[in-house]
């Protein structure tokens, strides 16, 4: 089992910044990559961004390419979503998740540990 804790969620303005962080614990050995989705209500939990937990390699969705970051600290155990130039379409519940399988994969039913989610909301 992996369980994971976001955290750094909250309310900031239109262009503003925000880093979420998701610390992992339990059997994180196992991890291949995680990632970052998010959720907007009325919508479907879509892709954000992704990092493979032993390498640097990185993904993004077209949307926050070249707005937002996802790094590691692998000593800490803990990913984190730098978020730049925030827009109010970026309101959201922030979702943290951990893949035990090889590769990387953009779809939410690709991974197997969630967190509990951060709200993040971006005014106008």
């Known amino acids: 089992q992996v369980q994971l804790v976001e955290s750094g969620g909250g309310l900031v303005q239109a262009g503003g910044s925000l880093r979420l962080s998701c610390a992992a614990s339990?059997?994180?050995?196992?991890?291949?990559?995680m990632g970052w989705f998010r959720q907007a209500p009325g919508k479907e939990r879509e892709f954000v961004a992704a990092i493979r937990w032993g390498g640097s390699s990185t993904y993004y969705a077209d949307s926050v390419k070249g707005r937002f970051t996802i790094s590691r600290d692998n000593a800490k155990s803990t990913v984190y979503l730098q978020m730049n130039s925030l827009k109010p379409e970026d309101t959201a519940v922030y979702y943290c998740?951990?893949?035990?399988?090889?590769?990387?994969?953009?779809?939410?039913?690709?991974?197997?540990?969630w967190g509990q989610g951060t709200q993040v909301t971006v005014s106008s």
């Open positions: 339990g059997r994180t050995y196992t991890t291949y990559s």
């Open positions: 998740a951990a893949r035990t399988l090889p590769g990387i994969n953009t779809s939410s039913s690709g991974y197997n540990y």
